[in-house]
Structure formats: structure tokens, C-alpha cells
């Protein structure tokens, strides 16, 4: 609706940035291969002062476009095999995010750059203060594509 991301200070003179109730955030993971073949989708949207809905979807397999809402506990595995160049394969063995660790950045304290005292100081998942990837990346391309930035002070 046109609102704004706010850059605040917190006691410690740690950046803070207040997300607007209704922000939405759509993450997608991709492998670099020649299909860029997806690894998952995360959907985060903003709900209350201190709350954020969460989801993570997965495509049931390598080449379907349908996707399937995660709720597994632990490190669930994945095994894919990818097309790297023509006819160059690599087969690729690795466990997904434990779900339950989100809450290690959105539900703990910690002096860490990329953790916060508040659940509403966390915001989504990479799209911290603390994230100079973030910062310049997804920041700038936002200022090139609207022609504003995405803060006020």
C-alpha cells in the first residue's frame, strides 16, 4: 500500500529496521545448473508488531512445477541430480533447514549482528541490518526497479 520500511537505532546504536504490518516476502532458492531447478520457496508475511507468518514450499520432485508446503521437523534429506553443462551431471546429497532453527534468530537473544532482542526487530530471514549481501543487493535492485528507496528514516 505504498508504506515503507523504517531504519531505527536500538539503545545499543544497532540498526533496526520496522517492518510495516502487511510486508510480504517471497525468497526463492535456486540451484545454479542449466535448469536453474528450484530447492525451495519461503513466503514470510508480516501480521502483527511482533508476528510473522511463515512457509516454506519444495517441489515434489526435480522437474515438477507443483509444490508441496514443508512440515517436516529435523534435517529432512535431499538427494538431486543436476545438469551442470551438456551432458554433465552431478549428483548432489544435502539436508534441508531444520524449521525449528528459525527460531534461533527470531525467538533468542544475542549480541550476534544477524540476531536481535525482539521478534519484531528480527524481520524476515536475510533481510537484516546484518546482512551486507542484502543490504547491497536486494536494496538497490529495489531502487532500480521503483525509483524509491524501500526506507524512510
Known sequence: DGTTIQKLKDSNGREIWNYPIGTEVAHEIIFND??????????LRKVG???WD???YSPNTTDAIELTRNHYSGNAP???NLEMS???YTK???NRINLISCKNCHYMRSQANYQYPSVSATGPCGFT???E????????????KTGHSPFIN
Request: hydrophobic share 40%; charged share 20%; net charge neutral.
Open 49 to 51: 508488531d511482533s508476528l
Open 129 to 131: 541490518p546484518g546482512n
Open 34 to 43: 542449466l535448469k536453474h531447478t528450484l530447492f525451495e520457496l519461503r513466503l
Open 133 to 144: 549481501a542484502g543490504i547491497r543487493n536486494w536494496i538497490d535492485s529495489y531502487q532500480r
Open 86 to 88: 551438456n551432458h554433465l
Open 54 to 56: 511463515f512457509a516454506s
Open 92 to 94: 548432489i546429497d544435502l
Open 78 to 80: 535431499l538427494s538431486i
